[in-house]
C-alpha cells in the first residue's frame, strides 16, 4: 500500500487542500478573536523557489544506487510536522536539509550505509513517517559531523509473518499505521494502536519514541505490544 505523495513542507498529502468554505471561516475567526480587520495570507512553498545548499561530501558508487539528492526528497526530510516545523517551511526557511535521503531496501544496505557514516563522521538520521513533533527528524548544526543522510524506512514495510494462534506478527519498522492495519484484518487482528499521527507515523517511529494510542482502551501504548525487537 503506497501512499500518494506527501507534502514537503506541511502535514498532508500534496495533491489536497482545505475548502475554501473553511479558510474563510479560519480567518474569521481569527479576526474576531484578535480583533483584526484583515488576515494577511502567506501562500505555501513551492519546490522551485527552493534553493537548496549543495552536498557538502561525496556518495561511494555502492551508495549512490538508494540515495537522492533531488529537492523534494530533502525538503521534505529537513522538517517534522510541529508548529516551529511547519512556520519554517511556509516561510521558506530550509537553510539545513540532509546532504541526501537514502531509500534502502536490505538490510545489507543499511549496513553499508552505517559503515559509511560510522567512517566519514556523516550524521545517519532514521526517519519512518516524519511525524515527529521534537525535532527528531532534524540535522544536527554545528561542526561535529561532516554532514548528514536521512534514511527512510518506507521499503521496509513488510508483514513478514503472522502466528494466528499466538496471536503475534512480525512486522518491518517502516510500515504505516493503515497499511498494517489492512494486512492485519485478512487474519481478524488488530494492533489496536491508533496514534493522531496514524495515518502518517509508522510502527518502527512508534516503537522508538514509546508511542501513545489516544483511541486505545485499556493498553495505549505502544510498548505494551512489544514482544521482541
Not at 561511494?60 to 519554517?88: V, W
Amino acid at each position: 500500500m503506497k501512499q500518494r505523495l506527501r507534502s514537503f513542507w506541511g502535514w498532508g498529502l500534496a495533491d489536497e487542500t482545505l475548502p475554501e468554505v473553511y479558510i474563510s471561516e479560519f480567518k474569521r475567526m481569527v479576526q474576531l478573536a484578535f480583533g483584526l480587520n484583515s488576515v494577511d495570507e502567506t501562500p505555501p512553498p513551492r519546490l522551485e523557489e527552493l534553493s537548496l545548499r549543495t552536498p557538502g561530501f561525496s556518495l561511494p558508487s555502492d551508495l549512490k544506487s538508494f540515495c537522492t539528492q533531488e529537492t523534494y526528497d530533502r525538503a521534505s526530510h529537513t522538517y517534522g510536522k510541529s508548529f516551529r516545523d511547519m512556520i519554517r517551511a511556509i516561510n521558506r526557511k530550509f537553510d539545513n536539509p540532509p546532504d541526501y535521503v537514502a531509500y534502502p531496501s536490505t538490510e545489507e544496505e543499511i549496513a553499508a550505509l552505517m559503515r559509511f557514516c560510522a567512517e566519514k563522521r556523516i550524521a545517519l538520521i532514521p526517519y519512518g513517517g516524519g511525524s515527529s513533533v521534537v525535532g527528531g527528524v532534524e540535522q544536527p548544526r554545528g561542526n561535529h559531523y561532516e554532514g548528514s543522510i536521512s534514511c527512510d524506512m518506507v521499503n521496509f514495510d513488510k508483514i513478514i509473518r503472522v502466528n494466528e494462534k499466538s496471536r503475534t506478527a512480525r512486522i518491518q519498522a517502516g510500515i504505516y499505521g493503515p497499511a498494517m492495519e489492512a494486512g492485519l484484518k485478512p487474519f481478524g487482528l488488530t494492533i489496536r494502536h491508533f496514534p493522531q499521527s496514524f495515518e502518517f507515523s509508522t510502527l518502527g517511529g512508534w516503537i522508538a519514541t514509546r508511542a501513545g494510542g489516544h483511541f486505545a482502551t485499556l493498553y495505549t501504548h505502544i510498548d505494551e505490544f512489544v514482544q521482541s525487537l
